[in-house]
Structures are given as C-alpha cells and as structure tokens.
C-alpha cells in the first residue's frame, strides 16, 4: 500500500455529525422506574465520486474522512490513496454526505464495474451486481513471516485502550493495527465491522503509517470482504478475535495471508498458511 497522504482538502462545507453516543431513558419491564444509557449513534452517509452517487452507508460519526479513504481503498474503487484528489463532507444531523474527487482513471474503472450498495451495519457486500464483483480477481501477497507468539498475549485487554466507544456504550466493533516492533498504534471503531476496518486503513494511509512486518486486528468475525479488504490495503497479517469462515479461510491461503484466530480462552489458531507451507 502506498502511504502517501492523498490529496484532501478540508471540508469547506463540513457540519458536526451527531456525537458518537448520547444519553437515552428507558424503563423497567417489571417496574416503573426510569434510568438512562448511553447508545452508539448511527449516520447514514451518501459518498458520490465526481458528481455520481454510489453508496450509502450506515456508520458510527467518529474519523468519517478516514472511513472514506479506507472504503474507497477496500471497495477497489481506487488502486491507491493517491487517486483521490478532493474531500467534502456536508449535512445535518443523521443525514451526512461526501462529495469525493477522484482521478480519472478511478472514475473510469468504477463506471465500468457500476454498482449500487445500499450499505448496512451487518453486510459488506450489499448491491453488487454480478458473483464476479463479489469474488474478485485480487493480487496474491508475497508472503510474510508469522507474529511472535509474544505480541498476541494479553491482546484482548490491550486493544481495551483503543475502544473507548465500545468500553463506554458497547454496540460497536474496533479495528486496531500493530506495527513491526509489536506497539499497538492506532484504533477506529463503528456500528459496522467492515465500516471500522475501513476506517483504520484509512488513518493509516491518512497518517504515513508504513504498514510492513504489522497486523490488522478486528474484533468480529471474520468473513470474504475484511479478507478482500487487506488484502488490497497491502496489510499481510490478519488477527481476527471471532472465528473465521470456511470461504476467508480458503481466501488467505490462496492469496498468502497470514490469518490467525485469538479465541478468548485458548492458545491462537493459524488458519494460514497451513502447516506444511510454514516448512
């Protein structure tokens, strides 16, 4: 992945999206007592790339111009963070909008593979239009060493620091990238986990952060698209706190990802690669 910062302009247009969480009341089932909890707030956002609409996304209002980079990265609609020359963000409350300039050469791919997403918290793929836009032709990685067993201990409690959202109101997953020496760098979190995977590519191409010899670490399950979406981030170790599917599974091996599961009370699990191309 290239990490040069793109080209974005300060939303000229920007207005503040709801906040992360606010209070809401409720009452008991049983009793008449009232309290109050903080909730995850949700937006739903509308990106249009040069002047056309192409998706609209539900996600948590927390680092929106970093999810807007990491989407169009993960989403193949730009082979790099460079492509993308311009970025506004405008609207009010739940309605937010981003108007996204992109090179010409972006624009044309994405025209010829149109499609219409009409995203959700829950799904990744939505809209797409033929089986071969959901299974990509994607480049195999080159292949890179295993983590120390030592970086992944006490993992779960550590990734804590870089989920205040979730350690506040919950409801949200987090995405939150380790660099070659072992150091926890950067967290995002989102109602969506492919939204907060997003957004952490994203900040890191945002924020020159080289992306060699680390991993990404998510804390949902891990199905096709938080593969496909590493995969084209150049990212070539993924730790999934959540099982794996079969079909993620087979990806990361084809596509020489190192994929491990951090079960909460055993040992890690390497899905890939397998045993014998460890040897």
């Not at 974005?8 to 247009?13: N, S």
């Not at 937006?43 to 056309?52: M, S």
């Not at 193949?76 to 963070?81: N, T, V």
């Not at 739940?94 to 996204?100: D, K, R």
């Given at each position: ?6 080209a ?6 920007e ?25 995850a ?29 990491g989407f169009?990265?993960?989403s ?6 460079t ?7 405008s609207?009010?409350g ?7 300039t ?22 990744g793929l939505?809209g ?6 959901a ?7 080159p ?23 979730g ?20 967290g ?9 995977l ?7 191409v945002r924020?020159?952060i080289p ?5 990404a670490?998510?804390?949902?399950r ?5 593969i ?19 079909l ?14 951090l ?17």
């Open positions: 992945m290239n990490t040069k910062r793109p974005c302009a300060a939303p000229a247009l207005t503040p999206a709801p906040a992360a969480s606010q209070t809401y009341s409720y009452s008991n089932l049983e009793h008449s007592e009232s309290a109050s909890t903080a909730l707030e949700e937006v739903a956002l509308a990106i249009a790339y040069n002047g056309i609409s192409q998706a609209v996304m539900l996600v948590t209002p927390t680092d929106l111009e970093d999810f807007i980079v169009s990265l993960g193949g609609i730009i082979q790099d963070a492509d993308i020359y311009d970025l506004q963000l609207g009010s739940s309605a937010q909008y981003a108007q996204v992109i090179a010409n050469r972006a624009f044309w791919n994405l025209k010829q593979q149109r499609r219409q997403l009409a995203g959700t918290s829950g799904c939505c797409v239009e033929a089986v071969e836009q299974l990509p032709d994607l480049q195999v990685l292949g890179a060493p295993l983590p120390p067993v030592e970086w992944l201990v006490g993992l779960r409690e550590r990734i804590g620091a870089f989920q205040p959202l350690q506040h109101c919950g409801a949200v997953h987090a995405a939150v990238f380790m660099n070659d020496k072992g150091e926890l760098l950067l995002r979190e989102d109602i969506g986990r492919h939204n907060a997003d957004k952490l590519i994203g900040g890191l924020q020159n992306t060699a010899g680390g991993l670490i998510v804390t949902s891990c199905s096709l698209e938080l496909q979406k590493v995969l084209r981030a150049g990212i070539q170790t993924l730790v999934s706190l959540s099982s794996p599917t079969g993620a599974v087979q990806w990361a091996r084809r596509h020489n990802l190192n994929l491990i599961h079960p909460q009370k055993n040992a890690p699990r390497v899905y890939s690669p397998t045993l014998e191309n460890q040897a």
